[in-house]
Structure formats: structure tokens, C-alpha cells
Nanobody, 119 residues
Framework: QVQLVESGGGLVQAGGSLKLSCAPSGSIFSALFMGWYRQAPGKQREVVAGITSGGTTNYVDSVKGRFTISRDNAKNTWYLQMNSLKAEDTAVYYC?????????????WGQGTQVTVSS
């Protein structure tokens, strides 16, 4: 079974940068959507950024201008570049992949990577 492998989390000071990456462990069918979510302690998981198969990107308002989602189609890998990090960005970040095969949609999730921003 395909799993998503994340990397890149860690501890950083406010104002610093981190880059997360996510890649499937095996072959996947047509990718419809690649995204990043996060969940802070005591809060619900929220979408942070997403990129469609057509290359359209979207961001939650709180990260616009600071985070950039991108993908490398040849490597089936996507990234989240996080700049100007704030304490409120502290959370576990999860990558997400939605694929299609015919009419069947499959949703994959990464294991989560901790991002901690110290103020």
C-alpha cells in the first residue's frame, strides 16, 4: 500500500524558514490534488495550502505571502516552503494526496511532521 513520506520539520526561531517535502512510497495513479494541512494542540486540522493537477495553488489567508507550495512532477514530490515563520505556525503538518483511477478517488495522508516556531 502506498504511503506518503514527509520530511523537513523541526525547530526554528520566529522569522526563520523551513521546507517540508512529501513523496509517495510507491507508484500512484493520476494525482488530482496535493496539499498540506496542519493541526495545532487543541485545534482542528486545517488546510494550509494546496496545488491541483493543473497547477492552481491556494492558501489559507494566514500563510499567504509567507508559504509557497510547489511540486516536482518528475519525482512525484511536493513541497511547502515556509518563510517568516511565526509562533502560531507551530503545529503538526500533514501532507495529503488525492488520486483518481476511473471513478475511484483515493485519499492519502502523511504521518505528520512537527514544526515548532520559538518566539
Amino acid at each position: 500500500q502506498v504511503q506518503l513520506v514527509e520530511s523537513g520539520g523541526g525547530l526554528v526561531q520566529a522569522g526563520g524558514s523551513l521546507k517540508l517535502s512529501c513523496a509517495p512510497s510507491g507508484s500512484i495513479f493520476s494525482a488530482l490534488f496535493m496539499g498540506w494541512y496542519r493541526q495545532a494542540p487543541g485545534k482542528q486540522r486545517e488546510v494550509v495550502a494546496g496545488i491541483t493537477s493543473g497547477g492552481t495553488t491556494n492558501y489559507v489567508d494566514s500563510v499567504k505571502g509567507r508559504f509557497t507550495i510547489s511540486r516536482d512532477n518528475a519525482k512525484n514530490t511536493w513541497y511547502l516552503q515556509m518563510n517568516s515563520l511565526k509562533a502560531e505556525d507551530t503545529a503538526v503538518y500533514y501532507c495529503n494526496l488525492l488520486t483518481s483511477k476511473g471513478w475511484v478517488r483515493t485519499d492519502y495522508w502523511g504521518q505528520g511532521t512537527q514544526v515548532t516556531v520559538s518566539s
